[in-house]
T-cell receptor, first 113, second 115 residues
Framework: EAGVVQSPRYKIIEKKQPVAFWCNPISGHNTLYWYRQNLGQGPELLIRYENEEAVDDSQLPKDRFSAERLKGVDSTLKIQPAELGDSAVYLC???????????FGPGTRLTVL | AQKVTQAQTEISVVEKEDVTLDCVYETRDTTYYLFWYKQPPSGELVFLIRRNSFDEQNEISGRYSWNFQKSTSSFNFTITASQVVDSAVYFCALSEARSNYQLIWGAGTKLIIKP
């Protein structure tokens, strides 16, 4: 069974530029998560989807971050415009249901110059 | 207040030694779940185990074992006969209904296995 797929793996951009990350969850997983992880810290939840619905986006900085999960499968996370402080690893995870274990993708390492 | 405490920031042992990673949690829910994840230097978070609050049986998987004790709110992880490939950051996490089952992460323990 294929795991969670993310692309790109690495992205370097200049501040004020836009950037987008893509995630394909494990087949059959209804719940999809986007996390941000800074060096030496645990992941921080940005948004959680149940199928197409964003059910928890309280920690998503909505002035510059947006996300979508069309058709309840793939998801895209966008930052526009990027700031220096957005440099981090962006992780996507999926689970069958909210209370099940989450499986993580390899992450996208974003560097904002 | 810290809901998941991993007091050991970093542990360093020599290969083949046994090592225990501590995890203490705090919750008022009667139904909750506990998790351990491994994050090797490559960066990908790897799921190791999930335990629900009604199952206090200890779990063994190869060289890995977990000791869940509700009386002390602990969910400790032991690696027997450690190997260099076990070197990673290990995270303990809690999910509970009152937090919509959002994973509450500990700070992680960096485990270094020396050859």
């Amino acid at each position: 069974e294929a795991g969670v797929v993310q692309s790109p793996r690495y992205k370097i951009i200049e501040k004020k530029q836009p950037v987008a990350f893509w995630c394909n969850p494990i087949s059959g997983h209804n719940t999809l998560y986007w996390y941000r992880q800074n060096l030496g810290q645990g992941p921080e939840l940005l948004i959680r989807y149940e199928n197409e619905e964003a059910v928890d986006d309280s920690q998503l900085p909505k002035d510059r971050f947006s996300a979508e999960r069309l058709k309840g499968v793939d998801s895209t996370l966008k930052i526009q415009p990027a700031e220096l402080g957005d440099s981090a690893v962006y992780l996507c995870a999926s689970s069958q249901e909210t209370y099940n274990e989450q499986f993580f993708g390899p992450g996208t390492r974003l560097t904002v110059l | 207040a810290q809901k998941v405490t991993q007091a050991q920031t970093e542990i360093s042992v020599v290969e083949k030694e046994d090592v225990t990673l501590d995890c203490v949690y705090e919750t008022r829910d009667t139904t909750y779940y506990l998790f351990w994840y491994k994050q090797p230097p490559s960066g990908e978070l790897v799921f190791l185990i999930r335990r629900n609050s009604f199952d206090e049986q200890n779990e063994i998987s190869g060289r890995y074992s977990w000791n869940f004790q509700k009386s002390t709110s602990s969910f400790n992880f032991t690696i027997t006969a450690s190997q260099v490939v076990d070197s990673a950051v290990y995270f303990c996490a809690l999910s509970e209904a009152r937090s919509n089952y959002q994973l509450i992460w500990g700070a992680g323990t960096k485990l270094i296995i020396k050859p």
